[in-house]
């Protein structure tokens, strides 16, 4: 959305039409060439580029106000904490968290879900539990669990896949049971694609089980808005770098009663109401737990990469990944093969195939050689990887910036791996 002003000098707001080609405008790494080719990025899924507002951002941040929040009585320290702040109100908003103060400051996905796996799983199972984990997950949202369930004799089930790609929810359906303490699934997964229909499994899960439900949402948010309160999980995680901020950032969101009831994970400066020899008092939340000095320009930053996502038209942002996942199963027709890994009933901006005889690897070096990026290997994701039985895959992934001229260069530079091997 952006402001025009009228002949009668009348603000409108009006809706920009989307448009991948002026989207590219504002992100200056995908203009140059790589080993002789102009680049074609598509690896958005380990990280997406970054915006110039996002970039400028930091450079504010570095240049103007840098210095350390919450403490200082100072004036670039007063603004430091403003912006902090206000960065976390915008995470809040943007996934529609009741409370500001639900939201916590963390690394990344996989720190934020080391913290549920510290202090909630840590506090709360005992031998005998069982805890639900998709076959679909990134390590990231597996191996947590596993030792969570090893320091608590609880025990980590495997929730079946589909042939298709997809939780099979007959499967889940057996598995439910009053011994659930935890069920952990992503939204959007990594290695294929699947989008996860979390409005019917957590309702499943609520209904059959006393279980929290630990949502990976690190592939979703770049691709589809999410409402935390009208998905109704417990605990939502995402990266800022998976979509368009900064390394380094990420954020959990957690049920308030969830969080106020769970110890700190980690001690230190921040975290702490008082602190003496006879004993030390905790801060609220969500300082609670953000020991240490936290990634103040990253947070800043995010904030305003959600910013530039948000000023999208986020349907049209869907119908545009949507054209290129399409686009991309056209031209794999011409392509015997190749074959696409996955085929959930719905799918996110992830095309994830191999080549009959090729190496996953040879596959992503040969298309670097002609500058298109992509990712191969097990994405993270070994489990669904056996489920498949296949060590890998190729893995292009969609953004915004995508265009079907960059679809049509990966299957140009696909024949000629073709060719070559
Ligand atoms: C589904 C999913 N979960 C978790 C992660 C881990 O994210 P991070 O390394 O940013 O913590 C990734 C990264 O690829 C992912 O795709």
Redesign the pocket.
């Known amino acids: 959305m952006s402001s025009v002003v009228n002949k009668a000098g009348e603000t409108n707001s009006v809706e920009k039409a989307f448009s991948a080609e002026d989207i590219r405008k504002d992100f200056p790494i995908l203009h140059q060439q790589v080993n002789g080719h102009p680049l074609v990025y598509l690896d958005n899924?380990?990280t997406t580029q970054k915006p110039q507002a996002v970039i400028d951002t930091l450079t504010t941040y570095y240049t103007q106000y840098n210095s350390n929040v919450h403490r200082g009585a100072h004036a670039l320290s007063d603004r430091a904490t403003v912006a902090f702040e206000n960065a976390r109100k915008t995470v809040a908003g943007f996934l529609n968290a009741n409370k500001v103060e639900e939201v916590i400051w963390t690394?990344?996905?996989?720190?934020a879900i080391n913290l549920v796996a510290y202090s909630w799983a840590r506090h709360n199972l005992k031998a005998g539990d069982q805890l639900l984990v998709s076959w679909l997950?990134?390590h990231?949202?597996i191996v947590p669990w596993q030792m969570a369930a090893e320091a608590s004799g609880a025990e980590v089930i495997g929730m079946p896949v589909t042939e298709a790609g997809d939780i099979d929810l007959a499967a889940l359906k057996e598995l439910l049971n009053p011994r659930v303490k935890l069920v952990a699934l992503?939204h959007?997964?990594?290695a294929l694609g699947t989008v996860n229909p979390l409005e019917d499994i957590i309702p499943l899960v609520k209904a059959e089980t006393p279980a929290v439900v630990m949502v990976?949402g690190?592939?979703a948010l770049a691709h589809y808005p999410v409402d935390v309160q009208k998905l109704a999980c417990d605990f939502y995680a995402f990266?800022g770098?998976?979509l368009f901020g900064p390394t380094g950032i990420?954020a959990l969101w957690g049920r308030e009663d969830l969080l106020e009831a769970m110890p700190p994970w980690q001690g230190g400066g921040e975290m702490i109401e008082r602190v003496s020899f006879a004993g030390t008092t905790f801060n609220t939340l969500p300082f609670k737990f953000e020991a240490g000095t936290p990634d103040i320009a990253g947070a800043i930053a995010q904030a305003a990469a959600i910013d530039y996502l948000q000023a999208l038209d986020r349907e049209a942002v869907i119908a545009h990944e949507n054209e290129l996942l399409a686009y991309s199963l056209e031209l794999a027709q011409g392509f015997p093969r190749l074959h696409k890994i996955g085929t959930a009933k719905k799918v996110a901006a992830v095309f994830s195939f191999n080549l009959d005889g090729a190496h996953p690897a040879d596959v992503g070096m040969l298309l670097d050689q002609q500058g298109v990026a992509v990712r191969t290997g097990h994405?993270?994701a070994q489990p669904i990887m056996e489920r498949f039985g296949i060590p890998g895959t190729v893995r292009a992934s969609y953004s915004i910036y995508n265009t079907r001229d960059d679809v049509k260069r990966l299957f140009s530079a696909l024949e000629k791996v073709q060719g070559f091997l």
């Open positions: 899924a380990a690394r990344g996905t996989t720190e997950e990134h990231s949202n992503n959007v997964s990594n990976d690190a592939q990266s770098h998976k990420g994405h993270c």
